[in-house]
Nanobody, 121 residues
Framework: QVHLVESGGGLVQPGGSLRLSCAASGSLFSINTMGWYRQAPGKQRELVAVITRGGSTNYADSVQGRFTISRDIAKNTVYLQMNSLKPEDTAVYYC???????????????WGQGTQVTVSS
């Protein structure tokens, strides 16, 4: 019952930047982690970045130093600032939130629909 709304994808030239946003709404829940995954054609979905409720972050080696994940817990929103983009970053990017229902404490594991990021000259 949690709805994720992603935005910010698009076409950008190599070396450019994009900022992805993902806002969770629809029901109250306590976030444990929020993250971004991506999947390129013919490849397996992979973790890009994740941030915990306490603010700890983890990045894939391929994006370390170029991407920054951040969040606004009060707004249940996670961001992914992508700088120095490379053609290899081209993929569908998926937002993920994991936590517990504020009312029932049942697990909440929700995925966005995905937003296309294309890095090309």
């Amino acid at each position: 019952q949690v709805h994720l709304v992603e935005s910010g994808g698009g076409l950008v030239q190599p070396g450019g930047s994009l900022r992805l946003s993902c806002a969770a709404s629809g029901s109250l829940f306590s976030i444990n982690t929020m993250g971004w995954y991506r999947q390129a054609p013919g490849k397996q979905r992979e973790l890009v970045a994740v941030i915990t409720r306490g603010g700890s972050t983890n990045y894939a080696d391929s994006v370390q130093g170029r991407f920054t994940i951040s969040r606004d817990i009060a707004k249940n929103t996670v961001y992914l600032q992508m700088n120095s983009l490379k053609p290899e970053d081209t993929a569908v990017y998926y937002c993920n939130v994991y936590g517990n229902s504020a009312l029932t404490r049942e697990p909440v594991d929700c995925w966005g629909q995905g937003t296309q990021v294309t890095v090309s000259s």
